[in-house]
């Protein structure tokens, strides 16, 4: 039997990671302008996020990359803000609470990383993963915070991060 595995991503997950959130977009039909299609760092995931305070994690399975999420600083912005960013996953695996442990990871990662509060930016068509953030104790906001360039990204969400003092 074959497990699941979450870890952090390497170098050598970047033309995978790439062409699984290229796939979900293409067989979801979302839009391809203005969302992370589009962005410039999707072939080079590992150094986008192999940088201070951020991390990036895949889901694989018998060497296969099956989807990803992330957190970064919030673009633009001088808050002490994380973004949740890339979370796809192939249908395969949906529904099977991966994307719930998935976040989970990325919220540990950005409390040690000491953010405050953890912001995201969805397609209104994503109403499971919508579901999900609400879940995990994401709150809709009015308006978008920095400035991601994710203009077909008409749905924004943050959570409040709870620091842990040890």
Not at 133 to 151: A, P, Q
Request: with cysteine; hydrophobic share 35%.
């Amino acid at each position: 039997m074959t497990s699941i595995r979450i870890r952090e991503i390497k170098k050598s997950d970047n033309q995978q990671i790439a062409e699984v959130i290229r796939q979900v977009f293409i067989s979801d039909n979302y839009p391809k302008s203005g969302t992370a299609f589009a962005d410039p760092q999707l072939d080079c995931m590992f150094e986008t996020y192999n940088q201070p305070k951020s991390c990036y994690f895949v889901v694989e399975k018998d060497g296969k990359i099956l989807g990803g999420c992330g957190i970064n600083q919030l673009k633009n912005s001088d808050e002490n803000i994380c973004e949740l960013q890339k979370m796809y996953f192939l249908s395969e695996i949906r529904g099977k609470g991966i994307g719930y442990s998935m976040i989970q990871e990325c919220l540990k990662k950005a409390m040690e990383f000491g953010y405050e509060k953890c912001y995201l930016e969805t397609l209104s068509e994503m109403l499971p993963a919508q579901k999900l953030y609400r879940k995990v104790g994401f709150d809709y906001l009015e308006k978008s915070l920095g400035n991601t360039g994710h203009t077909n990204c008409p749905v924004w969400m943050i959570k409040e991060l709870v620091i842990k003092n040890e």
